[in-house]
C-alpha cells in the first residue's frame, strides 16, 4: 500500500482528494493536514511514502515547506498539488525537492499514475507543466540572448554604439537616426551602466574588443 | 484706497496698459514669481521684455493687447515647486493679470491619483485572491468528484461537462493572473516581467527580449507593481499598434534613479494627436501617466513614421525604496 498524506488548506478539497484515492487499491490516505503543524503532527503518528503538496497553505508557503521536508525526511516523496501554472512556481517547487508537480484540475487519472510512478522512484512532469519547463527552457537559448558578448544591446543601442565609435557627436547621431538627442543620451547612460564601463571611451574600447564595430 | 485693495488681495495681481507697460502690482505677485527686486523699478516696463514673467503669460498678454478685447486662462503653470493659475482679461483699455498658488489643490490632487490607484490594486487584489484561492479549489474539488464519479459508473456521459468545468477552471486562471500576477508578489518584479515576456513571445509575432541590471527586490511593493503595469501597458501597446518584429524591454538602475525603455522596430506614430485622440488607446494613456506621476518619473517618446517607437521612463530611485 502506498501511503499518502494530503497538505492543503481547503477542506472540500482535501476530502474531494481523499475520497477519490481510497477507490485505489493500492492506496491508502493516512491522513489530511490543512497547515504545518497538522502535517508535522501527522508525520509522527503514521508512516508516509508520499505527501500531496498545495503551495499556497493559508498564509503558509509549501515551497518552503517542501524545502524543510526534503532536508529532514529524505525517504517521502512529494508531489505538488497546486492552482499555479506559472513556470515560477514549478520550477522552484522542483528545486525544494518535488518530485512531480501537478494542476489543481488535473484529472483523477494523471493524479494516479503520478503517485504511482513516483513511488517506483521515477518523476512526474507532464501536460502544462511540462510545456512551462520546456518554454523557459527555450527562452534562455533565445538566438539574442546568445550574442558573442553575453551582454544583450538592442539594435538602437548598437547602431549609437558603432555612430560612437566613428566618432559621431550627440547632435550628429540624432540626426543620422532620426531620433532626439534626449534620446541619444538615454541609450549612452544605458550603455555604460549596462557594460559597466566609465565614459564614452570605455564604449569605444567595449565595442573594438567584442567585435561590435570592425576597424578597417 | 485702490492701491490698499491691490496689496490686500489675496492673488498676485499686475495691471498693464494698452502700450503693455506695467502700472501696477502687488507683493503676492512678487512673491510667486520669486522675483526678489523693487516694486517701483519695474512700473512703467514693458511686460514682454521682463524676462522673469512665464513665457505663457508673456503669449496671453500679447494676444489680449492685440485683440483689445478677451480673457485668457492658464490652469496650470509649474513654477518649481510652485503650482499656479493664471488669468487675464482686457478691461478699459488695460490687461489685469491674476495669480492663484493652486499647489494645494495640486497636491491633493496628486494624494487623491494615489490613493484611488492604490484602493484598484487593493480591490483587484481581493477579487484575484478570492478567485485563485476560494473558488478555484472548489471547481477543482468538483471536478475530481466528477472524475470519481465517471470512473465509477464507466460513464462518459459526463465527459463535455467536466470539459466545460476545466475551461472555467483555467479561465478564472487566467483572470486572477491579469487582476494581480502571483508571481510579482512572490518572486518579484525581474521574474514577473520575465513571465510577462515569455508568455508573449510564445503567442504574439513580436518577439520580445528583456534586460534587466538592478537590485530591484529591494523595491517598495507597491513601486514594483506600479512599474509593472506600466510595463504591462507598454508592451501591450506594441502587441496591438506597432506591427514591430523586435521589442527590448530594459530596467536598468542607474545612481539615482531607474530607467525604464520599451524600444520596438514598428510603424511608429507619426502623429501624436491620434494618440489623445483615439478613446480607448488615450485611457491607457491616461493611467500610464498617472503611475508614472506617483512614482515621480518623467516619459519621454521618441518616435517617426516606420522608425520605431521608444519609450523612456525615469523613476527617481530613493524615495521608491522599502525602508521597513
Redesign the interface.
Known amino acids: 500500500m502506498i501511503k499518502v498524506l494530503v497538505v492543503d488548506d481547503h477542506k472540500v478539497f482535501r476530502e474531494g482528494i481523499a475520497t477519490l484515492l481510497e477507490k485505489q487499491e493500492n492506496i491508502e490516505v493516512v491522513a489530511l493536514s490543512g497547515n504545518k503543524q497538522e502535517m508535522y503532527n501527522a508525520l509522527n503518528q503514521y508512516l508516509v511514502d508520499i505527501i500531496l503538496m498545495d503551495i499556497t497553505i493559508g498564509k503558509e508557503n509549501g515551497i518552503e515547506i517542501t524545502k524543510e521536508l526534503t532536508d529532514n525526511f529524505s525517504d517521502i516523496a512529494i508531489i505538488a498539488l497546486s492552482m499555479h501554472n506559472e513556470t515560477n512556481y514549478i520550477l522552484e517547487m522542483i528545486e525544494a525537492g518535488a518530485s512531480g508537480y501537478l494542476l489543481k484540475d488535473t484529472g483523477s487519472h494523471e493524479l494516479c499514475e503520478a503517485i504511482n510512478t513516483i513511488y517506483n522512484g521515477g518523476n512526474y512532469f507532464r501536460g502544462e507543466v511540462a510545456k512551462a519547463m520546456l518554454d523557459r527552457l527555450r527562452n534562455k537559448q533565445h538566438p539574442q540572448n546568445t550574442k558573442k558578448s553575453n551582454i544583450p544591446l538592442s539594435k538602437r543601442e548598437t547602431e549609437v554604439l558603432k555612430l560612437i565609435v566613428d566618432e559621431f557627436s550627440n547632435q550628429e547621431i540624432a540626426n543620422e537616426l532620426f531620433i532626439s538627442i534626449r534620446t541619444v543620451e538615454t541609450h549612452k547612460r544605458n550603455l555604460i551602466e549596462k557594460l559597466d564601463v566609465k565614459n564614452t571611451t570605455g564604449l569605444v574600447k567595449y565595442a573594438i574588443k567584442n567585435k561590435i564595430v570592425n576597424l578597417d | 484706497m485702490e492701491q490698499t485693495i491691490i496689496k490686500g488681495l489675496p492673488v498676485g495681481i499686475c495691471i498693464v496698459n494698452s502700450k503693455g507697460e506695467v502700472r501696477c502690482l502687488n507683493d503676492r505677485w512678487f512673491s510667486y514669481l520669486e522675483f526678489d527686486g523693487e516694486q517701483e523699478t519695474l512700473i512703467g516696463q514693458k511686460i514682454l521684455e521682463i524676462f522673469w514673467i512665464p513665457r505663457q503669460i508673456k503669449i496671453g498678454v500679447q494676444k489680449l493687447l492685440n485683440q483689445k478685447k478677451g480673457s485668457f486662462v492658464f490652469s496650470e503653470i509649474q513654477l518649481d515647486e510652485l503650482y499656479i493659475k493664471a488669468k487675464g482679461i482686457y478691461i478699459d483699455n488695460s490687461v489685469i493679470i491674476t495669480l492663484d498658488d493652486i499647489s494645494v489643490t495640486k497636491k491633493v490632487q496628486f494624494e487623491s491619483l494615489k490613493k484611488i490607484l492604490r484602493a484598484q490594486e487593493m480591490e483587484r487584489r481581493k477579487i484575484a485572491k478570492e478567485l485563485?484561492?476560494g473558488i478555484?479549489?472548489?471547481?477543482?474539488?468538483?471536478?475530481?468528484?466528477l472524475?470519481?464519479f465517471m470512473?465509477?459508473t464507466k460513464n462518459e456521459n459526463l465527459l463535455s461537462v467536466?470539459e466545460i468545468?476545466?475551461d472555467v477552471?483555467?479561465e478564472i486562471?487566467n483572470i486572477s493572473?491579469n487582476l494581480l500576477?502571483?508571481?510579482l508578489m512572490?518572486?518579484g518584479l525581474v521574474?514577473a516581467i520575465?513571465?510577462l515576456?515569455?508568455k508573449l513571445?510564445?503567442k504574439a509575432k513580436c518577439?520580445f527580449?528583456f534586460?534587466a541590471?538592478g537590485h530591484f527586490l529591494e523595491l517598495e511593493k507597491q513601486t514594483s507593481l506600479n512599474i509593472y503595469r506600466i510595463i504591462q501597458e507598454l508592451i501591450n501597446n506594441v502587441v496591438r499598434h506597432s506591427e514591430a518584429r523586435?521589442c527590448?524591454v530594459?530596467l536598468?538602475?542607474?545612481e539615482e534613479t531607474i530607467?525604464l525603455?520599451v524600444?520596438d522596430?514598428g510603424i511608429g506614430i507619426n502623429d501624436f494627436s491620434t494618440l489623445s485622440n483615439n478613446k480607448r488607446k488615450g485611457i491607457g494613456f491616461r493611467n500610464l501617466r498617472s503611475r508614472v506621476q506617483i512614482l515621480e518619473g518623467t516619459i519621454?517618446i521618441?518616435t517617426?513614421e516606420n522608425?520605431?517607437l521608444?519609450t523612456?521612463i525615469e523613476i527617481p530611485l530613493p524615495y521608491n525604496f522599502d525602508e521597513t
Open positions: 485563485h484561492d478555484g479549489p472548489l471547481l477543482s474539488a468538483s471536478i475530481l468528484q472524475d470519481t470512473l465509477e467536466k468545468l476545466e477552471s483555467t486562471r493572473h500576477p502571483a508571481t512572490d518572486f521574474k520575465e513571465l515576456v515569455e513571445n510564445n518577439s527580449n534586460y541590471k523586435n527590448f530594459q536598468i538602475e542607474h530607467l525603455t524600444e522596430d519621454h521618441d517617426a522608425k520605431g521608444l523612456t
